[in-house]
T-cell receptor, first 114, second 114 residues
Framework: DAGVIQSPRHEVTEMGQEVTLRCKPISGHNSLFWYRQTMMRGLELLIYFNNNVPIDDSGMPEDRFSAKMPNASFSTLKIQPSEPRDSAVYFC????????????FGEGSWLTVV | AQSVTQLGSHVSVSEGALVLLRCNYSSSVPPYLFWYVQYPNQGLQLLLKYTTGATLVKGINGFEAEFKKSETSFHLTKPSAHMSDAAEYFCAVSSSGNTGKLIFGQGTTLQVKP
């Protein structure tokens, strides 16, 4: 079975540009999560969806960040405009919500904003 | 509310020595506990998890962890370190109601010396 698929794996962009990160969750999983990893803050949850509906976006750092999940097999995380402090690894993860089920992470999108 | 504290941001052991990575948690509900490993420039791989039942949990690559409710701990151990164990290790907590909403510790970098 394919795991969680993220694209792009690596992106370098200039400050002020729009960045779109994409995620395809595992088929049959009904919850999707976006995490961010930085040296300063470690791994933190940005937003999660259940059945395509955003449930908790309290981790989204500011209005420059937005996330969508138009259907069960696709989600995007957009940063507009991007800033150097957004440089991080962004992980997408999915799970079929049920007691004891394991969440699976994608390989991450390495973002550098210069 | 939930939180995780990993004691020691860097741990160094000799090859063949015992590995002990410490994790303490705080949770107002029965916790689900996880250990993840991250190799350089890679994603997160689940080592092991505790949800319910047996408090001693065995994972991949010879690792195990014991859930001790009285000590609010979930320390990770391996009897004999291998060079390939050098990586960053993350302890995380969630709850049965939302298994994918993980709160991570700051991580411990394990160095294995020959």
């Amino acid at each position: 079975d394919a795991g969680v698929i993220q694209s792009p794996r690596h992106e370098v962009t200039e400050m002020g540009q729009e960045v779109t990160l994409r995620c395809k969750p595992i088929s049959g999983h009904n919850s999707l999560f976006w995490y961010r990893q930085t040296m300063m803050r470690g791994l933190e949850l940005l937003i999660y969806f259940n059945n395509n509906v955003p449930i908790d976006d309290s981790g989204m750092p500011e209005d420059r960040f937005s996330a969508k999940m138009p259907n069960a097999s696709f989600s995007t995380l957009k940063i507009q405009p991007s800033e150097p402090r957004d440089s991080a690894v962004y992980f997408c993860a999915s799970v079929r919500e049920s007691s004891g089920n394991t969440i699976y992470f994608g390989e991450g999108s390495w973002l550098t904003v210069v | 509310a939930q939180s995780v504290t990993q004691l020691g941001s860097h741990v160094s052991v000799s090859e063949g020595a015992l590995v002990l990575l410490r994790c303490n948690y705080s949770s107002s509900v029965p916790p689900y506990l996880f250990w993840y490993v991250q190799y350089p420039n890679q994603g997160l791989q689940l080592l092991l998890k505790y949800t319910t039942g047996a408090t001693l949990v065995k994972g991949i690559n010879g690792f195990e962890a014991e859930f001790k409710k009285s000590e609010t701990s979930f320390h990770l151990t391996k009897p004999s370190a291998h060079m390939s164990d050098a990586a960053e290790y993350f302890c995380a907590v969630s709850s049965s109601g939302n298994t994918g909403k993980l709160i991570f510790g700051q991580g411990t970098t394990l160095q294995v010396k020959p």
